[in-house]
């Protein structure tokens, strides 16, 4: 099974395009899709996605991605419990200034010790943009299993890094399919906002937007 998934399906800017990355294509632009209509069927295409993008980023050296992609299935199976559960608030909601502060200190926390482990344990070749994404990436999840609206934001930052990224390791696919998500990551914020506005227009609007 491996060893087909790892093989190409088909060949894009003279670099080969295997199955792990078309299936994760496919699947993540469904997930990303429900996200934005907050369909709870998300979480387990996502875990899919997940699983496909470890063999995918492995293959080719994206070390800390691929680790990522292991931690999003426990975030994964978290934030469908979480959506699932009707003893939790199930409204988008901003994202408060205390939780700033802490999301700022993980930040830089995350992407010093993940930029250490992919510099001096193993072979990475970009490791403080690999360590960054990672980092940063983790910390948006996190804020979309709790309907963080500016959890899009971070998911935008992101995607604008994971392009090029992306290119560089000859991931043309993936490349392609970060641009649909930094599109559909605008339409996200832009739907997440409407719904809060309409559920509690008397709020203050302090946010990142």
Request: with cysteine.
């Amino acid at each position: 099974m491996l060893d087909w998934l790892t093989s190409a399906a088909f060949h894009a800017f003279g670099a080969p395009t295997t199955w792990a990355e078309l299936l994760g294509f496919a699947s993540g632009l469904v997930c990303v899709y429900l996200v934005v209509r907050q369909h709870i069927a998300n979480w387990p295409i996502g875990i899919a996605n997940n699983l496909l993008f470890i063999v995918a980023f492995w293959h080719v050296g994206l070390f800390g991605d691929a680790w990522l992609q292991v931690v999003y299935v426990v975030i994964g199976a978290y934030g469908w419990w979480r959506w699932g559960t009707g003893r939790l608030e199930q409204r988008v909601r901003r994202t408060g200034r205390a939780e700033w502060v802490w999301i700022a200190a993980a930040g830089v926390v995350l992407t010093v010790a993940l930029w250490w482990y992919l510099e001096h344990l193993t072979e990475s070749t970009v490791p403080w943009p690999d360590a960054l994404t990672t980092a940063v990436s983790l910390l948006a999840t996190y804020g979309q299993t709790r309907r963080l609206v500016e959890s899009w934001w971070l998911w935008i930052a992101v995607d604008v890094v994971y392009v090029p990224l992306y290119g560089y390791k000859d991931l043309w696919l993936t490349a392609v399919l970060y641009l649909v998500f930094l599109t559909l990551c605008v339409l996200g914020l832009r739907s997440w906002r409407a719904e809060l506005r309409l559920a509690s227009p008397e709020r203050p609007a302090w946010s990142m937007d």
